[in-house]
C-alpha cells in the first residue's frame, strides 16, 4: 500500500498500485495550477482501484491528470479510470485529459460501448509507436519481427496467405513479406497511419478496417493468421470470439501477446493467459512459450507480465 500528498491541503489518500517496468521508489504527485501531475521514475505504471486518485482529484479541484515519463521525458496518461458508479472516464496518449468537466466521455462496461471506445482511440492515435515510420522503431521490435518469420515457418513451411491482424504501419509484414516472396501477405489495421507505408514488398498490401467488425467471408481464408501486440488491447469480451474466428479461417495461426493475470490492466491493454483462453473456448495448442525475463522477447517488462507466443493449428481438429 502506497499513499500520495496532494499539496493543496495535505489530503493523504491511500493507493495500491503495481509497477509494470521496474520498481518505484514513490510516487509524487502535486497540485500546480489546477493540475495534478503524477511523476514516476519508470516507464509505465499501473494504478489498481484508480476510483481513490479520482476522488483525490475531486477534492483537490484538479481538473487535469497527467504521468510523466522522467526516463525520456515522455508522457503516458494511466488511460482507463474506472468511476464509482462502474463507469470509465476515458484517456489516451496525449499528455493531458479531462477527468472532471467539459462532459468527460464515459464508457460503461457495455461491450460493445468499450469496443467501439477502442475503435475510435486506435483510429485517431498517430504517435503510438507501432505507427511510428519503421527506422524510427525499436531495435527490439524489429527482433520481434525476425523471431515471427522463424516461427511461421517452422509452422507452416512456406506458406502461400499470410495476413496479420492490428498491423499498424507494417514492420512484420515487411519481414515477412521479404522472407515469403511467393505468398500473398496482407495487413489490416485500424488506423489510416497503418497503411501509408511505401517500404513494403510487392507481395505485401496493407488496408484500413476494423478487425472488431470484419467480413470474414469476403476475407476468406489463409494458411496462416497472426498478431503481435495487438490481441492486449482487445477486451476480455471480444477477444473470445475473435479468436474462434481467426481459427476458423486459417490453418495455422500464432499470436506474440503480453501474458499475466487477467484484469483491466488500463484502457489499452489486457494481460492474459492464452492457454487459460484458449481451453476456455475449446481451442486446441500447439505451444505457449512465456519469454519472462528474455533480454529482448520480455520487452523490458516485470516479472508479473512477460510477452508469451502462442501457436495453434485448425488442422489439429481434423
Excluded at 244 to 272: A, Q
Aim: hydrophobic share 40%.
Amino acid at each position: 500500500m502506497e499513499t500520495i500528498r496532494i499539496v493543496k491541503g495535505e489530503l493523504r489518500v491511500p493507493v495500491e498500485i503495481f509497477v509494470a517496468w521496474g520498481q518505484p521508489r514513490s510516487l509524487a504527485v502535486r497540485c500546480d495550477s489546477g493540475s495534478v501531475l503524477v511523476h514516476v521514475p519508470m516507464r509505465r505504471v499501473l494504478i489498481d482501484r484508480a476510483r481513490w486518485i479520482i476522488s483525490s482529484i475531486r477534492t483537490s479541484r484538479a481538473r487535469f491528470l497527467r504521468v510523466d515519463l522522467v526516463e525520456d521525458c515522455a508522457v503516458f496518461d494511466l488511460g482507463r479510470l474506472r468511476m464509482a458508479d462502474g463507469s470509465y472516464l476515458i484517456a489516451n496518449y496525449h499528455p493531458l485529459y479531462f477527468l472532471m468537466g467539459q462532459r468527460p466521455e464515459k464508457i460503461t462496461n457495455d461491450s460493445v460501448d468499450r469496443g467501439n471506445a477502442n475503435a475510435k482511440f486506435w483510429r485517431e492515435v498517430e504517435k503510438y509507436h507501432e505507427h511510428l515510420p519503421l527506422a524510427k522503431q525499436d531495435e527490439e521490435a524489429h527482433e520481434i519481427s525476425q523471431l515471427l518469420v522463424s516461427k511461421v515457418r517452422a509452422l507452416a513451411g512456406e506458406p502461400k496467405s499470410i495476413l496479420e491482424l492490428g498491423c499498424g504501419a507494417g514492420r512484420n509484414l515487411l519481414y515477412i513479406g521479404n522472407a515469403f516472396p511467393d505468398a500473398k501477405v496482407q495487413g489490416i489495421d485500424i488506423n489510416p497511419a497503418g497503411i501509408t507505408s511505401r517500404e513494403m514488398p510487392e507481395n505485401v498490401t496493407i488496408r484500413q478496417g476494423d478487425i472488431l467488425n470484419l467480413d470474414w467471408e469476403a476475407l476468406g481464408d489463409f494458411d496462416v493468421i497472426f498478431t503481435a501486440g495487438f490481441l492486449m488491447h482487445i477486451n476480455h469480451n471480444d477477444v473470445r470470439n475473435l479468436m474462434m474466428s481467426v481459427h476458423r479461417h486459417s490453418k495455422f495461426h500464432l499470436h506474440f501477446e503480453l501474458h499475466g493475470p487477467s484484469f483491466e490492466w488500463d484502457y489499452h491493454r489486457y494481460p492474459r493467459s492464452y492457454r487459460k483462453l484458449m481451453n476456455e473456448i475449446g481451442l486446441p495448442q500447439l505451444e505457449y512459450a512465456i519469454f519472462a525475463r528474455h533480454k529482448v522477447y520480455s520487452y523490458g517488462l516485470s516479472s508479473s507480465f512477460a510477452h508469451a507466443l502462442l501457436t495453434s493449428s485448425s488442422l489439429a481438429n481434423q
